[in-house]
């Protein structure tokens, strides 16, 4: 049986895939703030997670989520049980929303303005990772590999100060916001995860 993080793999695949090739569904799929202010197009905070732009956005985002969001879903199902399959749903549904809240916000006024893309709902299955196994080794390009606490404070603090320069074309806020979105999730499921993570965190002893 198919889990369900490689369903929603499969799904955005094909998604962007077909959005790709006929722009007029890529347009009505995208995340545009001021179509949602002013004609109140609310799919776009879930259905601009499913489209992407190029093979290699597309393709950076699903490999990572089938490694973290597999891991997250088994996470879930030791805790939860039976329950952890809405959970997990609800859980990566929920992060596009919130990963594009503040992109909203900020943009509703411009008509110009649009995003697109899973990577904050991915951050968000990373950062739960995290939570759960902070010294897990993430790999970073197959070069560097770091316990995973490590790589997730260089990567808040890099989304941060990038979320600052106007002058790229990346949705470093959807990152930055998925992430702790992730953090929050993952210990409102399993409260005394963070005292495990503190506990793991205190325990490290260097490289």
């Known amino acids: 049986m198919m889990s369900l993080n490689l369903i929603i793999i499969v799904l955005t695949i094909l998604v962007s895939i077909n959005a790709q090739n006929n722009m007029n569904l890529y347009s009505q799929l995208m995340m545009k703030p001021y179509e949602v202010m002013k004609r109140r197009q609310y799919w776009r905070f879930l259905t601009s997670g499913f489209v992407h732009d190029g093979y290699s956005h597309l393709g950076f985002n699903m490999f990572t989520l089938y490694f973290f969001g597999g891991a997250v879903e ?38 110009g303005y649009n995003t697109i893309g899973a990577s904050g709902a991915v951050s968000a299955m990373v950062f739960a990772s995290i939570i759960y196994a902070p010294l897990n080794k993430i790999c970073f390009f197959a070069l560097l590999c770091l316990p995973g606490f490590i790589l997730g404070i260089i990567f808040i603090i890099y989304s941060f100060t990038q979320s600052k320069n106007l002058s790229q074309n990346i949705n470093h806020e959807a990152h930055l916001y998925g992430a702790l979105y992730g953090i929050a999730f993952s210990i409102w499921v399993y409260p005394e995860s963070l005292s495990i993570f503190l506990d793991q965190i205190l325990s490290f002893r260097g490289f």
């Not at 959970?87 to 992060?95: G, K």
């Open 74 to 111: 088994q996470y879930f199902g030791y805790i939860l049980g039976s329950a952890s399959t809405i959970v997990f749903i609800f859980f990566y549904l929920s992060a596009l929303i919130v990963s594009d809240l503040p992109g909203y916000f900020k943009n509703k006024n411009k008509p």
